[in-house]
């Protein structure tokens, strides 16, 4: 477990404009870690609707498996809505928060068209909280599950291919989003969108430790995160060739994949050695010259 000297916290802004500050003073023991949970289920019974924070109404809880709260909110001026995840100052997940954080902030100054953007982040005395563009559209999940078997080739190159577009706007910033599954890719208006960085790694922080071993979702994540070995941007690129499946078959077998190019192209990018799975822009291509 890394201390917190060694942990590269990124600036936290208050509410009411005083100074940024980060976490670094108040936190003596850093826990291990536990990612964000899905922000596409059922509101749970305890939830009363209508509480605010700091200029956001909350309007739905999300069932979550750790101690973040994750709603479905509005700003109070407007009726824009968003997702809100916060945390307790003193949570475990508060590290899981300051991460997804840093990485939204390395996006910020970028144009993503298929990554969610974050809008706001806030502190006070109880808790830290991040806003981001909220995904009306549901989750690839539910969509690809709403189809029986799996789409048709077309519909699933097109959200391939707006995956590995996503992919490629975090890489290019040093980000491997680590949990890249059906859950977290998210309908925004007609956009499929990359969602939750609460495992991602940042390749530009100068740290040692491999925070984050053994964390990822069976099924999609790749074999060397549960071997500790530190996950590379070649991890992601397993991720989406197991979602290439699910796409196609609704499983995540590659043998369920009758297409002969689809096969190729996955059974490469799911390739247990991770110097034998194919860049990304290769990747790209292959799927912008699939035959449909």
């Not at 519909?155 to 491997?176: M, P, T, Y």
């Not at 989406?240 to 196609?248: A, E, N, T």
Request: a negative charge; hydrophobic letters at 35%.
């Amino acid at each position: 477990v890394a201390t917190p000297e060694e942990l590269e916290y990124p600036s936290i802004y208050y509410a009411d404009g005083q100074e940024p500050t980060t976490l670094t003073d108040q936190a003596k023991e850093i826990p291990s870690p536990t990612d964000w949970p899905d922000a596409t289920v059922e509101e749970t019974q305890e939830f009363t609707s209508g509480e605010t924070f700091h200029g956001y109404e909350l309007l739905e809880r999300f069932d979550s498996a750790g101690m973040a709260d994750v709603y479905r909110a509005k700003k109070t001026d407007s009726d824009q809505q968003v997702f809100l995840k916060r945390v307790h100052v003193q949570s475990s997940d508060i590290d899981a928060l300051q991460r997804e954080m840093a990485i939204y902030q390395k996006l910020s100054g970028m144009e993503t068209a298929h990554v969610l953007q974050v809008l706001d982040s806030i502190r006070d005395e109880d808790y830290i909280a991040i806003v981001t563009e909220f995904a009306s559209g549901g989750d690839l999940e539910d969509f690809v599950g709403g189809a029986g078997s799996g789409l048709s080739v077309g519909l699933s190159q097109e959200i391939a291919l707006a995956i590995a577009r996503g992919l490629e706007e975090l890489h290019a910033v040093d980000v491997v989003h680590r949990d890249l599954k059906p859950r977290n890719v998210l309908k925004h208006r007609e956009d499929w969108m990359i969602a939750d960085f609460g495992i991602s790694k940042n390749l530009a922080r100068v740290v040692t430790q491999k925070t984050f071993q053994n964390y990822g979702t069976l099924g999609y994540a790749a074999p060397e995160q549960f071997e500790g070995v530190e996950a590379k941007p070649s991890a992601d690129i397993y991720s989406l060739g197991k979602i290439m499946v699910f796409l196609l078959s609704g499983q995540t077998d590659v043998d369920f994949i009758t297409y002969p190019a689809w096969k190729a192209l996955i059974k490469r990018c799911v390739s247990t050695a991770p110097d034998k799975r194919p860049p990304l822009t290769e990747v790209v291509e292959s799927l912008e010259n699939m035959p449909t």
